[in-house]
């Protein structure tokens, strides 16, 4: 059943590519609008890349008519938190003054239903460590996490004034890749830790250093809520659902609802992937809160569970690098 199309902005990047699969399985033609600062041309398989800046107001309009455009997802962002801290006015201009540009020419242009992809970060270091709701408070404390939660603020008020419908997904730690082998995740700098790891396995980069063990967690490293891009993608398509039924104003955490630590992950990989993971201990970063976990019941609440376990993320983050950067046997 075709359902009209989805202007998917940085839908070349890592989740967006993987949501642009879903909603072409789910009958919508997600068109790409993606100035390919970090994405990858060859991830838009699914229907028509724009290559053009989300501020490019003119591309905007020009994509909304020439496909019909029933609703906007929104990827496009810097999201590097160390670099935010070193050029935060980069981090404003990109993620607020960019992201106001579009929303207002998705206005213009008469798009009334807008899903944002924000995420954890705008909870800042939760006083408790127990898993955050979505109604906790929000106070980020690097540019990165401020920046998305100003855009929040913009796409809540504008689409209040206009009468128009909005999500927000508070994505935790996405990881994996696509189950088929489409897709996967390719970021330079990599930050992640799943990527990290699978090269530092294969010898492809120095031991992983792991910033921190003395932590107040159960074995001193941080605990983190680690989520498959491809429950992501399906969280995606039950809340773009939800805006089209006329439901607005939707804030949901995304993540997997669970906790584990880092050496915990390390194990985890070293038990799937049967080799072992050099890792190097360092200095805690500045920023790092020693627990983000997501509470999911909102999401859940919709008839949304996360299918796919950690295992899966490193098995299919591993076949991803296999694929695109292959071993040379030794
Ligand atoms: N990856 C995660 O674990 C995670 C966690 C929390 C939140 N997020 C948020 O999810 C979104 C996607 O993350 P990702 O990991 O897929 O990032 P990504 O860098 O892989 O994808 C972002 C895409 O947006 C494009 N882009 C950036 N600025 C643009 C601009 N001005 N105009 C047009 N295109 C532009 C890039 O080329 C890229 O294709 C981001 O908004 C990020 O803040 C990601």
Redesign the pocket.
């Known amino acids: 059943m075709k359902r009209g199309a989805i202007l998917v902005?940085?839908g070349?990047?890592?989740?967006?590519s993987h949501v642009c699969k879903a909603l072409a399985t789910h009958g919508y033609l997600p068109v790409t609008?993606?100035?390919?600062?970090?994405?990858h041309a060859r991830a838009v398989q699914w229907g028509p890349l724009v290559q053009?800046?989300?501020?490019d107001a003119d591309a905007v309009a020009r994509t909304v008519r020439a496909h019909d455009v029933v609703g906007a997802l929104h990827?496009?962002?810097?999201?590097l938190v160390g670099e935010s801290v070193r050029e935060p006015l980069k981090y404003f201009r990109?993620n607020v003054g960019?992201g106001v540009a579009f929303l207002e020419a998705l206005q213009t242009a008469g798009v009334a239903n807008i899903l944002f992809?924000?995420?954890?970060a705008v909870y800042g270091d939760p006083a408790q460590p127990r898993p955050i709701r979505e109604d906790d408070a929000t106070r980020p404390i690097n540019p990165y996490g401020a920046s998305?939660l100003a855009f929040e603020e913009a796409l809540r008020g504008a689409t209040r004034a206009s009468g128009g419908r909005c999500g927000i997904l508070r994505?935790f730690?996405?990881a994996g890749a696509d189950s088929d082998g489409d897709l996967g995740e390719d970021?330079d700098p990599e930050t992640?830790l799943i990527p990290l790891i699978v090269r530092a396995s294969r010898g492809d980069t120095p031991p992983l250093t792991v910033y921190g063990q003395d932590y107040d967690t159960r074995d001193g490293t941080p605990i983190r809520d680690y989520v498959h891009v491809e429950d992501l993608a399906s969280a995606h398509i039950l809340v773009l659902k939800q805006l089209f039924n006329g439901r607005t104003d939707i804030v949901l955490n995304a993540g997997a609802g669970q906790g584990v630590t880092v050496r915990e992950v390390l194990r985890a990989a070293e038990d799937c992937l049967e080799r072992p993971v050099p890792a190097v201990v360092g200095a805690r970063r500045d920023g790092d809160p020693p627990v983000l976990v997501a509470d999911t019941g909102g999401l859940e609440a919709l008839g949304w569970k996360p299918q796919k376990s950690l295992h899966d993320m490193i098995r299919s983050a591993a076949a991803w690098r296999e694929k695109t950067s292959p071993r040379i046997a030794s």
């Open positions: 902005a940085g070349a990047g890592y989740i967006g609008l993606d100035d390919l600062s970090s994405g053009a800046d989300i501020a990827f496009a962002a810097k999201s990109e960019k992809s924000s995420t954890a998305k994505y730690n996405a970021h992640h």
